[in-house]
């Protein structure tokens, strides 16, 4: 891993079509043709990339959080849950307001924790219940009380 000053080494980021900022480029065996990083702007994206190039398997560690990350399948069994309220995030991951709110909503399922269910569903990946929930744009935020 390596970082360059694309400004000061103005003639090095012509020769590899560095036009914007930041730029990050894959230098394999073939040095005079690299390959342009194109994924989200995140560890996650890096890491896969990374990953595609070289063979690895290598993840990122899970941080811990009281959050619940909910699909399709286990939805139900959460949120619906008769003797708890849910508050839900439904979220997109390229989504900067949702991005921004994860910090809070993290902090918040640590102060609720036992007493109501906090959680987070990939609206981007689980269709089915972000329809079910008529959710239009991101994040959108449902409180279901004692299942309802």
């Avoid at 360059?4 to 914007?20: E, I, R």
């Avoid at 194109?38 to 959080?65: D, W, Y």
């Avoid at 995030?89 to 709110?101: I, Q, R, S, T």
Wanted: hydrophobic residues 35%; contains cysteine; charged residues 20%.
């Amino acid at each position: 891993v390596a970082k360059m000053d694309a400004d000061a080494h103005g003639s090095f980021a012509s020769k590899y079509g560095v036009t914007g900022f930041p730029t990050i480029k894959w230098f394999g065996s073939d040095v005079s043709n690299p390959d342009d990083y194109s994924g989200p702007r995140n560890a996650e994206g890096i890491v896969q990339f990374i990953n595609e190039r070289t063979g690895l398997t290598r993840t990122l560690p899970k941080e811990a959080t009281n959050v619940q990350h909910l699909t399709d399948a286990t939805f139900n069994s959460i949120v619906m849950d008769p003797s708890k309220s849910a508050l839900v995030e439904f979220y997109a991951p390229w989504c900067g307001h949702c991005k921004n709110l994860h910090p809070t909503w993290d902090k918040l399922a640590g102060e609720v924790k036992g007493v109501v269910n906090v959680a987070r569903v990939d609206a981007t990946a689980q269709k089915r219940t972000a329809q079910r929930f008529g959710v239009r744009a991101f994040p959108t935020l449902k409180l279901l009380h004692k299942g309802r």
